[in-house]
């Protein structure tokens, strides 16, 4: 007769009773993967020098009145923090891609896509006509 | 990890790196929702509309929070977590919108089919919403994650919400085509609220989405303006509740103003910048809490007065309709008796059943008088309670009032002299001619002529007649017994007589006078009484307008 009755009411409530528990173990995962794991990329902007590389050009402020150069770095968090810490300021090892990274990839400019891209003397910008090869360092060939 | 380029926040939410419209947007309207689900969930915790509602609340209520801390808080891990439930949320939005419109149309929860539909929607959004195929990775610079979201993911839980529109407006058109004429307003003013908050919520956050992804905004903040849907939706159930009663929730109008109020300058406190600005609201809010309180409290009571009065009106209509009915039976039934006993009478008197004794006549006579007496008492009584229920129809005509009072002074001069009481009449020269009925103004002219006969034992009784203001002024004035100033409160009310009445006229009904009112008040007219006090005789005065 309970048994009957406890049925009874799964049935009545039972989409509740399938969402709730559904989303605690969603909820259980998510925290696991990122919080506990770290189980994500992360991209940033790494240094550029612009003599030597094909780097993106940005500004440090609405106007434009400074200018920095940079490259897309996207690496695994658990290496990067690993490497850096917590934060990837002034961290050299966060530029590059280090054999033991799991998945590191830097992407350098390509005016071929409208990148805006700094010349080798680094102070002007411009959109060359001119394709460039992408050039990536892609340890374990996998491009964001 | 952090985004480096931005500073921490302090107390968990407050960034200066944010959009001012983020806190306007997000505060007031996770306020008004969490106080509205909260409130109806309390007041009727069993019903599955109410439990709905507050999901909903509760619902859009995590969605805005945690849209704040991924534009406020800097630690990816964080933001991560939180970012993975951004389509997961939006989906049981869309879901439960729609079983919310099921049960508010249907009142009843839907059929077990309709919740697998539901469940096998949801399911893609529920075992995808922690993986990769979700979310990959996240950007420090920007210190967001659009770069790495799944773009089918998040089409598809958008989507839901785009089908929820859909879905919903159906079911609203279906169910408006067969509905009464109060229930299809209901339906009008849910569709337009609930649609509204669907359109701006998911309209604002697919448009903020795809343009940030796109590279023509720089940032999300466009879905920001979508939350005020929010506020309309909860606007429009604000008025279905106080109009209609929805939900089971008597809410008054007042109750929600101040409310709403009281929420509105609460959220201002968490923008503004000033620590004046700050005081100064904060003393506004606090003054607000405690006048509204005390608002409500007031109207609340009020109310609750009303309705007590209201239910006890009630009751006394149906007590005063019972008693009439009673009335009108006993009445008829002792009218019954009467008028048998007075035809035993009458024969005896006329011989019908032979001759009898000068004493047997003499009782006779005696007996067929109390017969009439009695049904003259009652036929007051049924008149009164007719005149009450607005069963007597007058028969309104051109008369002329003077003629009425002269024939009634004619009719009555023998008793009254024979009582050796004087009778005279003051009848001033003038058109007396009026629209009433004639039947009913000589019976106001009678009692109240009677009635000073019956309480004057000496002296004399006047009759005055005379126009003032273009109005009938008709008087009757005695040396009788007077009135004193508490008798005159009860005068004129059903029953109401004086308190040495009874000793004069043991037949006193307290009906006479209340008759007089009840016609003259029919016609337009008043009727009042003067009298310097006890044994000092008394004046009843009648005011009829010459047209009604």
Request: aromatic share 12%; net charge negative; glycine share 6%.
């Given at each position: 007769m309970?048994i009957?009755?406890?049925?009874?009411?799964?049935r009545e409530?039972?989409?509740f009773?399938?969402?709730a528990?559904i989303?605690i173990v969603?909820?259980?995962?998510?925290?696991?993967r990122?919080?506990?794991?770290?189980?994500y990329?992360?991209?940033?902007?790494g240094?550029c020098?612009?003599s030597a590389?094909?780097?993106f050009?940005?500004c440090?402020d609405?106007?434009?009145?400074?200018?920095y150069y940079?490259?897309?770095?996207?690496?695994?968090e658990?290496?990067?923090y690993?490497e850096?810490?917590?934060d990837?300021?002034?961290c050299?090892?966060?530029?590059?891609c280090?054999p033991?990274?799991k998945?590191?990839?830097i992407?350098?400019?390509?005016?071929?896509?409208?990148?805006?891209?700094?010349t080798?003397?680094?102070?002007e910008?411009t959109?060359?006509?001119?394709?460039e090869p992408?050039?990536?360092?892609?340890i374990?060939?996998s491009?964001i | 990890?952090i985004?480096y380029?931005?500073p921490?926040?302090?107390y968990?939410?407050?960034s200066p790196?944010?959009p001012a419209?983020?806190?306007?947007?997000?505060?007031?309207a996770?306020?008004?929702?969490?106080?509205?689900?909260?409130?109806?969930?309390?007041?009727?915790k069993?019903?599955?509309?109410?439990?709905l509602?507050?999901?909903?609340?509760?619902l859009f209520?995590l969605?805005?929070?945690t849209t704040?801390?991924?534009?406020t808080n800097?630690?990816?891990?964080?933001?991560?977590f939180?970012?993975s439930?951004f389509?997961?949320?939006?989906?049981?939005?869309s879901i439960f919108c729609?079983?919310?419109i099921?049960v508010f149309?249907?009142?009843k929860s839907?059929?077990?089919?309709?919740?697998?539909?539901?469940?096998?929607l949801?399911?893609p959004?529920?075992?995808f919403?922690?993986?990769?195929?979700?979310?990959?990775?996240f950007?420090?610079?920007?210190?967001d994650a659009?770069?790495f979201?799944?773009?089918?993911f998040?089409?598809?839980?958008?989507?839901?919400?785009?089908?929820?529109m859909?879905?919903?407006?159906?079911?609203?058109?279906?169910?408006y085509?067969?509905?009464n004429?109060?229930?299809?307003?209901?339906?009008?003013l849910m569709?337009i609220g609930?649609?509204?908050?669907?359109?701006s919520?998911?309209?604002?956050?697919f448009?903020?989405?795809?343009?940030?992804k796109?590279g023509l905004?720089?940032?999300?903040q466009l879905?920001?303006y979508?939350?005020f849907?929010?506020?309309?939706?909860?606007?429009?159930?604000?008025?279905?509740?106080?109009k209609f009663g929805?939900?089971?929730i008597?809410?008054?109008?007042?109750?929600a103003?101040v409310?709403?109020?009281?929420?509105?300058i609460g959220?201002?406190?968490?923008?503004?910048?000033?620590?004046t600005?700050q005081?100064l609201?904060?003393i506004t809010?606090a003054?607000?809490?405690?006048v509204g309180?005390?608002?409500?409290?007031?109207?609340?009571?009020?109310?609750?007065?009303?309705?007590?009065?209201?239910k006890?009106?009630i009751?006394?209509k149906?007590s005063?309709k019972?008693?009439?009915s009673?009335v009108h039976?006993?009445?008829?039934k002792?009218?019954?008796?009467f008028t048998?006993?007075?035809?035993?009478f009458?024969?005896?008197?006329?011989?019908t059943?032979?001759?009898i004794?000068?004493?047997?006549?003499?009782?006779?006579k005696?007996?067929?008088d109390?017969?009439?007496?009695g049904?003259?008492?009652?036929?007051?009584?049924?008149?009164?309670?007719?005149?009450?229920?607005?069963?007597?129809?007058?028969?309104?005509?051109?008369l002329?009032?003077?003629?009425?009072?002269?024939?009634?002074?004619s009719?009555?001069?023998i008793?009254?002299?024979?009582?050796?009481?004087?009778?005279?009449a003051?009848?001033?020269p003038?058109?007396?001619?009026m629209v009433g009925d004639?039947?009913?103004?000589?019976?106001?002219?009678?009692n109240?002529?009677e009635?000073?006969?019956?309480?004057?034992?000496?002296g004399k009784?006047?009759v005055g007649l005379?126009?003032?203001?273009n109005k009938?002024l008709f008087?009757?004035?005695d040396?009788?017994?007077?009135i004193?100033e508490?008798?005159?409160q009860?005068?004129?009310?059903?029953?109401?007589r004086?308190?040495?009445?009874v000793?004069?006229n043991?037949d006193?009904t307290?009906?006479g006078?209340?008759?007089?009112?009840?016609i003259?008040e029919?016609?337009k007219g008043?009727?009042?009484?003067?009298s310097e006090g006890?044994?000092k005789?008394?004046q009843?005065y009648?005011?009829?307008p010459t047209?009604?």
């Open positions: 309970e009957k009755k406890i049925s009874g009411h799964f409530h039972f989409f009773y399938t969402l528990p989303v969603v909820g259980v995962f998510s925290f696991y990122f919080m506990v794991n770290h189980d990329l992360v991209s940033y902007e240094s020098g612009p590389e094909k780097c050009l940005g440090e609405d106007a434009c009145t400074t200018e940079y490259t897309k770095i996207v690496k695994y658990p290496d990067v690993k850096c810490g917590p990837i300021t002034d050299e090892a966060a530029n590059t280090l033991e990274d998945e590191c990839s992407t350098y400019c390509n005016p071929e896509t409208s990148d805006t891209c700094a080798t003397q680094g102070n910008q959109k060359p006509t001119e394709a992408l050039q990536t360092n892609d374990n060939n491009n | 990890m985004c380029l931005f921490a926040p302090t968990f939410f407050f790196d944010v419209i983020l806190y306007y947007a997000q505060i007031p996770t306020l008004i929702a969490l106080l509205m689900g909260f409130y109806i969930f309390w007041n009727g069993h019903l599955l509309l109410n439990r509602l507050f999901s909903i609340s509760v209520s969605w805005t929070i704040l801390i991924a534009w800097i630690h990816s891990d964080f933001i991560m939180i970012w439930f389509s997961l949320i939006l989906g049981l939005i729609t079983y919310f099921y149309l249907e009142k839907v059929s077990a089919r309709i919740k697998t539909i539901f469940l096998i949801l399911a959004l529920l075992f919403a922690a993986t990769p195929f979700n979310l990959r990775g950007n420090l610079t920007n210190c659009f770069d979201e799944s773009t089918v998040k089409t598809y839980g958008t989507s839901l919400g785009l089908l929820a859909v879905w919903i407006l159906v079911l609203l058109i279906r169910k085509r067969i509905a004429a109060d229930f299809k307003k209901q339906i009008v569709g609930i649609e509204l908050f669907l359109f919520f998911f309209g604002m956050e448009l903020a989405t795809y343009l940030t796109i905004l720089p940032d999300s879905e920001l979508g939350l849907g929010m506020v309309i939706f909860m606007i429009y159930i604000i008025i279905l509740i106080v929805a939900f089971n008597k809410l008054l109008a007042t109750q103003l409310w709403g109020l009281v929420a509105l959220s201002e406190f968490f923008f503004a910048k000033s620590r600005t005081a609201i904060g809010f003054a607000s809490l405690v309180y005390y608002l409500i409290k007031s109207v609340k009571k009020e109310i609750e007065q009303k309705e007590i009065m209201l006890l009106n009751e006394l149906q005063i019972q008693r009439e009673l039976l006993i009445t008829h002792v009218k019954g008796s048998r006993t007075k035809f035993l009458a024969g005896m008197l006329d011989g059943f032979g001759e004794s000068p004493e047997i006549k003499k009782r006779a005696q007996g067929f109390f017969d009439e007496g049904i003259k008492t009652v036929d007051l009584v049924l008149n009164v309670s007719n005149m009450q229920n607005g069963l007597i129809k007058y028969n309104m005509k051109n002329d009032f003077k003629e009425l009072v002269e024939q009634t002074i009719e009555k001069r008793p009254i002299e024979e009582k050796g009481l004087k009778l005279e003051e009848v001033k003038e058109n007396y001619s004639p039947i009913w103004l000589k019976e106001v002219v009678n109240l002529i009635n000073s006969f019956k309480y004057t034992k000496e009784i006047t005379e126009k003032k203001d009938i008087s009757v004035k040396t009788g017994v007077g004193t508490e008798d005159k009860n005068l004129f009310k059903e029953g109401g004086g308190a040495k009445s000793e004069i043991v006193s307290g009906y006078l209340f008759t007089v009112k009840l003259v029919a016609h008043k009727v009042w009484v003067d006890e044994g005789g008394s009843f009648v005011e009829l047209t009604i």
